[in-house]
């Protein structure tokens, strides 16, 4: 009798060390799975920040005699925009006169964008909004953007230049671009004139002003120029971003 009893009792003992074991095991499982499941995605996202496909843009340049009262205009006038697919991008203001502002707008249609550049409501719209002097309209299409944040604090400077070929001069670009980024300028987008591509627009960031100032007049940046066929003296928009949409 004893002997039985000893006997149920060791089998019993060896149940429970067999339940033990697997439950341990089981739950270490599962540990590892949601552990591995929690790590990959941060791992293996990434987001690309770099736009290569062309975009049409308008860019609008005038002067204000008030920001404020400007700006409460030209959102009332959103939804005439919206008419002939225009949407709102960015809105600078000058570093010199921040009264003098620029407005981009992205263009679904560059036949609609041009026309609404011709609308009557435009026109009142500059009017009730403050706008002095005649406006400064460039239909564009960007070839290159980067959209990783950079704060809107920091100056940014609008470069417009003629060059003889856009290629050649697009192919030494390209080339200097790590040369650019180590004078302090940061690119954020590029590409030409609607219809007319010998017709430049770049926009950099100034992320160290004085080498980017030192760049500006170096013999270096001198014989890029020369080298990309670049026509006469860049003309440049100095502007920190006071509203982004």
């Known amino acids: 009798m004893k002997q039985s009893q000893l006997i149920n009792m060791l089998c019993i003992a060896a149940m429970l060390t067999c339940m033990v074991s697997c439950g341990s095991n089981g739950g270490d499982n599962e540990a590892d799975t949601t552990m591995s499941e929690s790590i990959t995605p941060a791992e293996t996202s990434q987001t690309n920040t770099i736009i290569t496909t062309p975009e049409n843009m308008m860019i609008a340049m005038h002067k204000v005699a008030d920001f ?84 809107p604090e920091v100056i940014r400077t609008q470069t417009s230049i003629t060059v003889k070929d856009w290629n050649t001069w697009q192919s030494n670009f390209e080339e200097g671009r790590k040369t650019t980024m180590d004078n302090g300028l940061a690119l954020r987008t590029y590409g030409h004139e609607d219809g007319n591509d010998k017709k430049v627009v770049i926009v950099s960031a100034i992320i160290d002003s004085a080498k980017a100032n030192a760049w500006y007049q170096s013999d270096e940046l001198k014989k890029r120029r020369e080298e990309g066929g670049v026509i006469g003296q860049p003309e440049r928009f100095m502007f920190r971003i006071a509203a982004r949409y």
């Open 68 to 151: 404020e009262k400007w700006k409460v205009s030209y959102d009332e006038h959103d939804s005439i925009r919206r008419v002939y697919g225009i949407r709102n991008y960015v809105i600078g203001r000058g570093v010199q006169d921040p009264n003098m502002v620029m407005v981009v707008v992205k263009c679904d249609d560059m036949a609609k964008a041009k026309a609404f550049a011709n609308d009557a409501s435009l026109k009142t719209a500059m009017q009730k909004g403050g706008v002095t002097g005649k406006p400064v309209i460039k239909f564009v299409n960007m070839t290159f953007q980067d959209t990783s944040f950079i704060g």
